[in-house]
């Protein structure tokens, strides 16, 4: 009778459990996935008109009689090229590391895939050090070449190049996976039939690529058309940087601005929408390969051409030294001091930890001729109050919101596993998935404009007033990043096995302790995986904080980028630039560290580890060893 009791109390518990956590879900769904886009899209067609008369096509009137297309055919432009000149430079770094045989293809490897470790405001921060008006190659070349335009590093040029390098990314990590799945047996067979090297690549290898390759262009065009970081630090006029600037104007300074960023946000929407589902529709077409039932692994091929070797070995040197200057560059001047770095000139005199650690006082002569003082005014990250807050500040939101999409997307995808092949599934799913049509400039745009005034749905408060934009920031970063750690730990979920579950129900487990205690455990390294590759972009990340703009809410990157563009004013932010080089510095470290965690030794199986553990331990053993003779040699000594 007791344990019919328990049992009851227990399906109370979790019935009551599973009701809260529905309306829990479906209040966060509606009010931070739903109305707030909602808002923005009918803002578009509430705007009043000169007569003070709503007018629904007054915005659109504006948009074809204004500027504003241009802003739209700019983003056109950059990711029409982007598609052209990511894939040129993408598919030849794997090629060059992967499939052909070049000498140094493991050193080219690291070198190509630096990106990985930084990028956004860090990325360009390394390109503008080298190559702006002031920046190193730029006076170098203008030493030789005296009619050399010094800003020839800024607008669409500069952009294009900087996101060219930035956004090979993808095909370092998916291309690479499948040209390594590819069955060296069909090369093999092509060889023997007299085809050249070059035939077997673009007749063989080539259309075995294609489903990756579309997927990777899509993406590619998606983020050239999103593209904020490098528009708006280089000065090009695409539709992300607008939709911020207008954000932050008002009724005073220009026409309705609001309404038309959110025209704008959601023709941006409009493109993402269609280029993810034509990649939907063709992902589920399905791609085939008739394989042998052996598979054998790709063997590099050489280029016996002995002008094509060298020209292949060339081309890969010079993309390795594209890849690797501004990282390089950037290690160097962060340990050089003030004038060092404003002068491009590297001297080891000047070498300083002063960027990372400690202050410095500044002299200067005013107007007038008077030599004055700024106490501390040279400061390190992290001495600086400013750099250590936002460090502080992006680190627990970026942690926060990792974590929390973790335990939605988990708590989730085992709703969807107990009820798959049923409606309340798919709709689970789909609501997840939701953030994935919409670009982020759009969601974080219509965070701001929707909780920008005290609103009954989050009783009654202004979450863009004050420190309250904090927690705004978190639930955007958490909406941002549920389609990804979807993806990623339903993928996880398959290895569990059902038979797991229906031993742990005849046992008497209840669906709750099945699942921490039996399910949780299986997925648990992949979750950890997801959390650490979110905390990773999120930390960094500058196009969100840069629309969340806001004196309580100022992430690293936004801090960071300010100071730069207020160094020196009247002797304050004196240093900025060292300050954004050891910042880049301590990103890559940070990120690096991550991704090894996640790709070093959370990529190991279990009998890797338990390898690595035996291997521990035997060291340690030695290293016991040999401490304890050392100390009885010392004691011997002195008896």
């Known amino acids: 009778m007791e344990l019919n009791?328990?049992?009851?109390?227990?399906?109370?518990?979790?019935?009551?459990?599973?009701?809260?956590?529905?309306?829990?879900?479906?209040?966060?769904?509606?009010?931070?996935?739903?109305?707030?886009?909602?808002?923005?899209l009918t803002s578009i067609f509430t705007t009043r008109g000169p007569d003070g008369n709503i007018d629904p096509l007054a915005v659109i009137k504006f948009f074809w009689a204004g500027t504003m297309p241009s802003f739209v055919w700019n983003s056109l432009k950059l990711a029409v090229c982007l598609v052209i000149t990511v894939n040129i430079v993408g598919i030849s770094i794997v090629l060059l590391t992967e499939y052909f045989d070049i000498k140094g293809a493991n050193i080219l490897r690291l070198g190509y895939m630096t990106t990985l470790i930084y990028s956004g405001v860090a990325l360009v921060t390394g390109y503008q050090f080298l190559y702006d008006s002031n920046g190193m190659i730029t006076t170098w070349l203008a030493q030789y070449f005296p009619t050399l335009n010094r800003q020839w590093f800024s607008g669409f040029n500069a952009v294009l190049f900087t996101m060219t390098f930035a956004c090979t990314s993808n095909h370092a990590l998916f291309l690479r996976n499948a040209i390594r799945g590819i069955d060296y047996n069909t090369v093999e067979a092509a060889r023997n039939m007299?085809?050249?090297?070059?035939?077997?690549?673009?007749?063989?290898?080539?259309?075995?690529?294609?489903?990756?390759?579309?997927?990777?262009?899509?993406?590619?065009?998606?983020?050239?058309?999103?593209?904020?970081?490098?528009?708006?630090?280089?000065?090009?006029?695409?539709?992300?940087?607008?939709?911020?600037?207008?954000?932050?104007?008002?009724?005073?300074?220009?026409a309705f601005p609001q309404a038309r960023?959110?025209?704008?946000?959601?023709?941006?929407?409009?493109?993402?929408?269609?280029?993810?589902s034509i990649l939907n529709y063709y992902e589920r077409k399905g791609h085939y390969l008739s394989v042998s039932k052996t598979k054998a692994k790709l063997i590099k091929q050489k280029i016996h051409n002995k002008t094509a070797n060298i020209m292949a070995h060339i081309y890969a040197y010079v993309l390795f030294i594209i890849y690797m200057t501004p990282v390089v560059m950037i290690i160097l001047f962060s340990f050089q001091n003030y004038p060092a770095i404003r002068s491009k000139m590297l001297n080891v005199k000047d070498w300083t930890l002063v960027n990372y650690f400690g202050s410095q006082d500044y002299e200067y002569m005013t107007s007038r001729g008077r030599l004055r003082t700024r106490t501390g005014s040279i400061s390190g990250v992290f001495s600086n109050s400013d750099a250590v807050g936002g460090i502080r500040l992006s680190f627990i939101m970026s942690a926060i919101a990792a974590a929390v999409a973790c335990v939605i997307v988990v708590i989730a995808v085992s709703y969807i596993f107990k009820h798959r092949n049923k409606m309340r599934a798919v709709v689970t799913e789909s609501c997840l998935l939701f953030p994935w049509l919409l670009p982020t400039i759009l969601i974080c745009y219509s965070f701001r404009i929707f909780f920008n005034k005290e609103i009954w749905y989050v009783f009654g408060n202004n979450l863009y007033w004050r420190e309250n934009v904090r927690f705004l920031i978190i639930m955007a970063y958490i909406v941002v990043k549920l389609p990804f750690a979807l993806r990623m730990i339903k993928a996880a979920f398959y290895a569990i096995d059902d038979e797991l579950d229906d031993a742990a129900r005849n046992l008497g487990a209840s669906q709750v302790y099945t699942f921490l205690k039996v399910k949780l455990p299986i997925i648990l390294p992949s979750v950890l995986a997801v959390f650490a590759l979110n905390f990773n972009a999120l930390f960094t990340e500058y196009d969100m904080g840069a629309t969340f703009q806001s004196s309580y809410g100022k992430t690293y990157a936004m801090i960071i980028q300010n100071m730069t563009m207020e160094e020196g004013r009247e002797g304050y932010n004196i240093n900025a630039s060292g300050r954004r080089c050891a910042s880049t510095v301590f990103i890559m470290l940070v990120s690096g560290l991550i991704l090894w965690l996640v790709y070093g030794l959370g990529a190991r199986d279990l009998g890797e580890r338990l390898e690595a553990r035996k291997k521990w331990r035997r060291r340690w053993g030695k290293f016991k060893g040999t401490a304890r003779a050392g100390a009885m040699l010392v004691a011997n000594i002195f008896k």
């Open 194 to 254: 007299g085809a050249s090297p070059f035939r077997v690549l673009f007749s063989v290898v080539m259309p075995t690529l294609l489903p990756t390759l579309f997927s990777l262009t899509v993406m590619t065009f998606i983020t050239g058309l999103c593209a904020m970081s490098a528009p708006t630090l280089l000065g090009y006029n695409s539709i992300n940087p607008e939709i911020v600037r207008l954000a932050g104007s008002s009724i005073a300074d220009e």
């Open 5 to 40: 009791n328990n049992n009851k109390f227990n399906f109370n518990l979790e019935f009551a459990l599973k009701i809260f956590l529905g309306f829990l879900f479906l209040y966060l769904f509606l009010g931070f996935m739903i109305a707030p886009c909602l808002n923005t």
């Open 261 to 276: 960023a959110a025209l704008l946000s959601v023709i941006l929407a409009m493109f993402t929408i269609i280029l993810l």
